[in-house]
């Protein structure tokens, strides 16, 4: 499942940057490596995959959430997706608590409101697999809210950390 893969990732890269840091003799700040690199896989990665998949893969993609072929609907949420994609991104570059936590309560905002429509079409009987299947419930509900719990053991040490390097 990829948001699974996807974190792994973003452990890897963490660990990765945080031999760098102690190599160069710099302090390392885990939760905040891990949650940089949350931010690139799992919003960012995942944003632009998705807004690949909302536009040339539209009618395979709303097949599998249950919706209408050609659903224009479809284009505006590839938007949203290519904007969490983009910012995901640019949390690698831009390495400030207060963009990581824009970014994050943006997407997870999102995400969270997704999963409200797919329970909501789940009670209507949409049992389609990307309408409730596991990966909806990894993506649109454990990932925002690990992310948002690591957002806030990473704040809890803002006053010792500058911008990561």
């Known amino acids: 499942m990829l948001p699974i893969y996807l974190i792994g990732l973003a452990v890897f890269l ?3 940057h945080g031999l760098y840091l102690y190599f160069k003799g710099r302090r390392i700040f885990p939760e905040a490596l ?3 690199y949350l931010l690139f896989c799992n919003v960012g990665i995942m944003g632009f995959l998705a807004f690949y998949s909302h536009t040339a893969l539209r009618d395979k993609t709303a097949e599998l959430i249950g919706w209408p072929a050609s659903n224009p609907f479809q284009l505006e949420v590839a ?3 290519l904007a969490f994609g983009v910012l995901g991104f640019l949390s690698v570059w831009i390495r400030t608590l207060s963009f990581w936590f824009a970014t994050l309560i943006g997407n997870a905002s999102f995400l969270l409101g997704c999963l409200i429509v797919h329970l909501i079409q789940y009670a ?3 049992y389609a697999p990307y309408n409730i299947g596991p990966f909806i419930w990894v993506m649109d509900l454990f990932i925002p809210l690990l992310m948002i719990g690591i957002f806030f053991l990473t704040y809890r040490k803002k006053d010792q950390m500058e911008k990561l390097s």
């Open 14 to 16: 963490a660990f990765l």
């Open 34 to 36: 891990f949650l940089m």
């Open 79 to 81: 938007a949203a997706n």
């Open 124 to 126: 209507k009987g949409n």
